[in-house]
């Protein structure tokens, strides 16, 4: 069965940085996409960033410039360096893996596998 799980979330001043990390097991889906996700408190979950396994990379509007998301495939380990957050920023945030290529990967509905999410707060 896979496995995602999050970690790194907290909690930082604005302008700060964080790191997250989703590692995952048991997911042999070679040719599709990883993406992050994000949930505020009364909103709905909202694509964040999304890499697939051509390397290609997707970006909200929002987090362009501030956000990178990575992978280490060896260590089946997905990555979201997070710099100069803001207090929007502020939400639950999970990783997602697909099972296939995927031509508009920051959409919710396209991820099969969801991980328990982890908390970032950013505060003024």
């Known amino acids: 069965q896979v496995q995602l799980v999050e970690s790194g979330g907290g909690s930082v001043q604005a302008g700060g940085s964080l790191g997250l990390s989703c590692a995952a097991s048991k997911y042999t889906y070679n040719h599709a996409c990883l993406g992050w996700f994000r949930q505020a408190p009364g909103k709905e979950r909202e694509g964040v960033a999304a890499i697939c396994s051509d390397g290609r990379t997707n970006y909200a509007d929002s987090v362009k410039g501030r956000f990178t998301i990575s992978k280490d495939d060896a260590k089946n380990t997905l990555y979201l360096q997070m710099n100069s957050l803001k207090p929007e920023d502020t939400a639950m945030y999970y990783c997602?893996?697909?099972?296939?290529?995927?031509?508009?990967?920051?959409?919710?509905?396209?991820?099969?596998?969801w991980g328990q999410g982890t908390q970032v707060t950013v505060s003024s």
């Open positions: 997602a893996g697909g099972v296939e290529y995927l031509l508009f990967p920051l959409g919710v509905y396209e991820y099969n596998y």
